[in-house]
């Protein structure tokens, strides 16, 4: 591991106590909560850093289907990830082995799912683990790192893989939430991970760029975190999704109702690979879609109980029923 941290003490003097990342405002085991899946047209708010920062987030509606648990627990797959002390899950979206002691916190990898890769896990050498950060970080530390390991997922076909990581506290401002809660001295932490690979249709890169906001006085997991996932296959990108999650419940998109009604039908076969079929009382006048897990619509404007599914590429879904106002979902697998 080639690692190098530069830190700046240039602004010490201006940082109040509590304002940096320190073993004592480290995560545990059985922290949890709830955040709200946010639109992902938000922006990264990437170049709103420094002290006095302020961040407005304020005007970004919620997605269907937005409640995703946030959470962190004792890492029992250590067959995979025997390096990590804990994982750290959103709901159907990522899930980050890390490993936390006094003096730093490192990753073991990562795992979620992907529509053209299938489930892609990242497992890093014995030894060699991501570094993210070393206590205490304060404002404007940088550490970057250089590291290895094992790549997989559908089509990969040398796990083996490099990767890079610049890890930044970046920015103390004012965080606005929503039109009633703004919240001050929140910390930015902002990491940037890319991943090489080789897949069968060539090389492959993997990119994760995210922010997550803190403030310690109340929680130690994020008020606010933005993700954004890249894929790159043999030099066209593949996907590209933004993950947006506010601990603070937006307001809803024009027309859909806040409360999600008790699901009055069901979808079988679940994994499925060519078709669905819904079960229940279908009237005609519903609208029907299919939405991937940033919450875009893949298809949309269905009619019947059967759907052809074929085209979709494998990844997890979501099913909704819209009739007057309310809105039904079910998650299903395309294999």
């Excluded at 066209?236 to 603070?248: D, G, Y």
């Amino acid at each position: 591991m080639k690692k190098s941290l530069l830190l700046s003490f240039c602004v010490l003097a201006g940082i109040s106590f509590g304002q940096s990342f320190t073993a004592a405002n480290e995560y545990i085991n059985s922290d949890t909560q709830q955040m709200y899946l946010v639109d992902s047209a938000a922006p990264s708010l990437a170049t709103v850093a420094g002290a006095g920062a302020n961040w407005d987030y304020s005007a970004y509606l919620k997605m269907q289907n937005p409640l995703r648990t946030y959470q962190i627990t004792n890492n029992t797959n250590t067959a995979l990830f025997p390096n990590a002390n804990k994982i750290v899950s959103v709901q159907g979206i990522l899930s980050t082995y890390i490993n936390s002691s006094a003096s730093n916190r490192s990753s073991d990898g990562f795992e979620f799912t992907d529509a053209a890769l299938g489930t892609v896990r990242a497992n890093f050498s014995a030894g060699d683990n991501m570094n993210i950060m070393d206590y205490d970080f304060v404002l404007n530390d940088n550490s970057t790192d250089i590291f290895s390991g094992v790549l997989t997922g559908n089509g990969v076909i040398n796990p083996a893989c490099s990767g890079t990581s610049t890890s930044t506290f970046d920015a103390i401002g004012t965080l606005k939430l929503s039109a009633t809660v703004t919240k001050t001295n929140v910390q930015r932490h902002h990491l940037y991970t890319e991943l090489n690979g080789t897949s069968i249709l060539g090389p492959v890169i993997l990119k994760i760029n995210q922010f997550e906001y803190y403030d310690f006085t109340t929680s130690k997991l994020p008020l606010f975190s933005y993700t954004n996932l890249k894929i790159v296959l043999n030099g066209s990108q593949a996907t590209n999704l933004n993950f947006v999650l506010n601990t603070v419940d937006p307001i809803s998109f024009v027309g859909i109702n806040d409360e999600i009604s008790k699901n009055a039908f069901s979808i079988y076969p679940n994994p499925a690979n060519e078709e669905l079929t819904i079960s229940g009382d279908l009237t005609g006048n519903e609208n029907i879609s299919i939405t991937d897990l940033s919450g875009k619509k893949v298809l949309f404007s269905l009619s019947d109980n059967k759907i052809n599914i074929s085209k979709l590429n494998a990844g997890i879904y979501f099913l909704n029923i819209e009739k007057d106002g309310q809105v039904s979902q079910e998650k299903f697998v395309k294999k």
